[in-house]
Structure formats: structure tokens, C-alpha cells
């Protein structure tokens, strides 16, 4: 059973050919943020992740951040530009498939889809349970 929110399928919209390798090989492209051809993807002004879901991953090690640097909380203006960097570095050492939770979204059919040419496969959400999954949404679309 899911938890309240939680869909059980997801969409990846592509070409013809390579929903052709996704289903005969079993396959997923992932691919490094800096070969995208929108060098606006994977910049990390104007995306919000779901606390929640960071929470989960993070609550220990801000536990012991906060026990180590009690007064970290009152500094972060401080830290922030390293941060920063350090997040931008960690996105470049990455690499990335995307999915929808919508599949007849006229935008993704237009980008992904090949220009509405291509397929829209469906995923059982549970195929992806043990990796660790961070929803994000992204201004504008």
C-alpha cells in the first residue's frame, strides 16, 4: 500500500527510438547536467525540493552539525556561498533521468516527446523503490 501521496505510476516521455531501447534493452538513459542542451537544467535557482524528503535524509546529520556547531543556525548567511558551490560541484558529479507524474501534459509531449511525435512509457512507481528519490518542482513548468 502507498503512502498517502504517493503515486503508483510515473511517465518518461521520449523519442520512438529510444523508448524502443528503454523497453527492448531494459534500459534508462541517465545523463551528466552538463550535456544537457538547456544549460538551465539542474541549476538549482528555482527549484524547490520537498523538505520532507530531504528531512528524512538529512535529519541525523543536522542533528550532529547542531551538537558540533551550536551556533551554525545563526550563521548560514555566512556559509551559504560555499554551500552553494558545493552543491553545484555535487549536480555536475551526477547523473540524471526525469520522470512525470502527469501523462498527457501538452508541455512534456512537446519537449520530451519528441515534439509529439514519440511515446510516453509508464512506470510502476515500486520498480524505483530502492533508490533515493527526492521529488522536486521547477518554476515553469
Known amino acids: 500500500m502507498n503512502k498517502p501521496n504517493e503515486l503508483d505510476n510515473i511517465y518518461?516521455?521520449?523519442s520512438l527510438e529510444s523508448g524502443s531501447k528503454i523497453l527492448s534493452g531494459l534500459t534508462l538513459k541517465f545523463t551528466n547536467p552538463r550535456?544537457?542542451?538547456d544549460p538551465f537544467d539542474c541549476n538549482i535557482d528555482g527549484v524547490y525540493f520537498d523538505t520532507a524528503s530531504?528531512?528524512?535524509y538529512?535529519?541525523?546529520d543536522l542533528k550532529v552539525l547542531h551538537n558540533e556547531f551550536p551556533t551554525l543556525k545563526d550563521n548560514l548567511h555566512l556559509i551559504a556561498p560555499a554551500f552553494e558551490s558545493s552543491v553545484k560541484n555535487k549536480i555536475q558529479q551526477c547523473a540524471v533521468t526525469c520522470f512525470s507524474l502527469n501523462a498527457k501534459s501538452e508541455l512534456m509531449w512537446a519537449h520530451y516527446g519528441d515534439s509529439h511525435r514519440g511515446i510516453c512509457i509508464e512506470f510502476n512507481n515500486?520498480?524505483?523503490e530502492q533508490f533515493h528519490k527526492i521529488k522536486i518542482d521547477v518554476e515553469g513548468t
Open 58 to 60: 538529512t535529519a541525523n
Open 35 to 37: 550535456d544537457f542542451n
Open 54 to 56: 530531504v528531512d528524512s
Open 126 to 128: 515500486s520498480l524505483f
Open 12 to 14: 518518461k516521455y521520449t
